[in-house]
């Protein structure tokens, strides 16, 4: 693997394990802290029901865990930026436009081509197959062939 291979691998595990798994309870215990000691105890009404920390904590946890639920599935299942999200995902995945590496470059594309050349061959001796017919199927063939060797068929979307 190249330096620069693992340096931008690094980074992307670092980013996530950093997001995740320091920042985002660090952040969560920091958003309750502040409110409680901001909010809470500066209003008399408010800080008869929560007299501790520990108090607000739990009820503050047990209201948004459903509520952060909510809003995670309505914005995957109902927000148009979920779509927005996925398709800059796509148009700036270069497996999208080339084979992935495992099972799909090894194993599944040389099947197709087989299939593909094989059946090309037999709908010809059979005189089944037109000029245009022919033609799409030739197309067909050297596009698994740039795949199978490591190239891009298509090309993305630009958007901004």
Known sequence: MKIIDLVFRSWYYFRIGYATYLVFPIGYVSTLVTLYYLAVKNLPEVERFFPRFLTFAIAATVLALPVSVIVGWTHLKRSKAWKAEMDISVESNPY????????????????LGELLSNTAQLLD???LVDASRKAKLEELQKKLEVLLHGGFVGRPRLKL
Do not use: A, D
């Open 96 to 111: 999208y436009y080339k084979l992935p590496p495992g099972y799909w470059s090894e194993v599944m594309f040389p099947i």
């Open 125 to 127: 001796k059979q005189g």
